[in-house]
Each structure stands twice: as C-alpha cells, then as structure tokens.
C-alpha cells in the first residue's frame, strides 16, 4: 500500500469517525488523565483527535498487546509528575515514556515533531473520541483477529 492510499484511507476514516461523533467538538474541552498510580497526571487542552490502533512489534512489546493511542500537539499538554515519568528510547526517532512507579504507558513521542502521542487507555472517560484506523497489521499477534469495519493499514 503506497503512501497516497495510506493517507486517503486515514482521512475517509478520519471524517467519518468526526461525523459519526454526536459530543463536544469546541476546542475549549479539557481532557484528563493519568497513570495507574496517579503519580504521572495530565491535561489535554482542545478535542481529542481520533486514535489510531498499532499493531507493530515495538507497540506490542511495550504496551503487552496492541497501542491505541491520539495525536496532540505538544503545546496542547500539561503534566504533573513529570520526574516520575521514564523514558525509553525504542528508535531513533522515537521515545516511549511511562510511569516508573506503576509501570503505566503514557506517551509516544516522536523527536523533531511538535506532536506526540498518548495512551487512550490513560484517559479518565468520557473521551469523546473513536478508533479511526489500524496500523501496522501486517505485525499483528497471531493471537487475535481484527473483525472490527475500522480500516486497516498493513504496513
Ligand atoms: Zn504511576
Ligand atoms: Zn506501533
């Protein structure tokens, strides 16, 4: 699959997860969250982006099954107990930080990128949002089926 297929897939499924939302859209709501033991906590100015789902191994290894996570700008986050947060450099570009009492997953950060990512499953609910697509399925785990009609991208 080629970058433009890609890119078309996501931004079809990306509207209709929009259109299908009936919840507060306006960029004033304020999303929380935090760590399994509280002691990472954090704000997410503005609505949260439509997550995707990643099936790839790095994902998989860190989170014990597959990341679902959404896409903020940086300056869109505020966080408390940043000294408890880890960070764990799984590429070059890309460090994974989590709770280093408790373990918890947190946040995906691409370096150089003003965006990064943050686990959905780290976000007191309602979160207002649905899965858009999964990503990376061609590494999925042999242990499970995606029977879901969310769009799937294979690499
Ligand atoms: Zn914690
Ligand atoms: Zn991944």
Redesign the pocket.
Known sequence: MDREEKITILKNAKQKVLNSLTTPRNSKATYKGSCLCKAVQFQVQGRLVPPDA???????KQSGH??VSTDILRSALSTQGTDTITWYQSSEKVKRGFCSICGSLLF?DAIDSDHMGIAMGAFDLPTHTKIVAH??TD?QGDYYEINDDIPKIPD
């Open positions: 990643c099936h790839c191994t790095n994902c998989r597959f990341f995906w990503i990376f590494y």
